[in-house]
Structure formats: C-alpha cells, structure tokens
C-alpha cells in the first residue's frame, strides 16, 4: 500500500458508523476491523484517511444488508494536516465499498473524496465526481 502525503490523525475506531458514498446498494456502514492494524495488546484498531477497513453494511437494499465488505475510508470529519500546511476536514465519514483487488464495487462516487485516498486508490480517482 502506498504512503500517503498527509499527516492524517486515525480517527475511526470500531462501531463507527460511516456512509456509504458510491452506489453500490449501501447506505450506512459500521466499521468492525482495521486491515494492517499494528498496535499492542487490548488497544482498540483505528483508521484514518485512505485506509482499508472491513465494514458490514446496516443499511441499504436487503441484498446487501448484514454482508461483510471492505471498504476504503474516502472523507473524515476530524481535521488533518497536509504536507504543505493545510489542514482540511469533511461534514461526514465516508467509505467506498471493495473487492480484494482494491477495484470498486460502484460505478460512481457521490461527494468529494480526498487527495490521500486518489493517490492510494487511483481507481476510487478515475471514478470520483471531485477530489479535494
């Protein structure tokens, strides 16, 4: 995985409950595990900007409630610093659905989703209306 160029502060810990902004039949989606977690011992995962976290859907078309996903972290409410000394927040908490490969399982992004997350994911960029 590559290395993002912010100082992005890991913010979404367990049960967070995120929305789901392509338009793969999911609305909400509540995080259960951090994929390349490394921490000690009882220290609950956390996860920031362009990380890969394992969600299950609670919300959206029957189909795809109660299905574990993966899922890219693409907007944060909590405010991060970029190397040129911005520092840049979202309104919400937003995740993109998946496959193994990292290919998404949308056809289309709804929202702005940030640079951190084009760079790490360039098929989540080719597919997002606006990057921030």
Request: proline share 3%.
């Amino acid at each position: 995985m590559k290395a993002i160029s912010a100082n992005a502060t890991k913010c979404i810990t367990q049960k967070t409950r995120c929305v789901c902004a392509d338009n793969s039949g999911a609305k909400e989606v509540e995080v259960i595990a951090v994929i390349g977690h490394k921490a000690r011992k009882r220290m609950n995962p956390k996860a920031g900007i362009a990380d890969l976290v394992i969600v299950v859907v609670k919300k959206g078309k029957p189909e795809m409630r109660k299905k574990v996903e993966r899922a890219v972290i693409v907007r944060v409410r909590k405010e991060y610093r970029r190397a040129d000394g911005t520092r840049i927040k979202f309104e919400d908490n937003a995740v993109v659905l998946v496959d193994e490969k990292g290919l998404p399982k949308g056809s289309e992004i709804k929202g702005a989703i940030a640079k951190e997350a084009a760079e790490r994911w360039p098929k989540l960029a080719g597919i997002a209306q606006h990057i921030v």
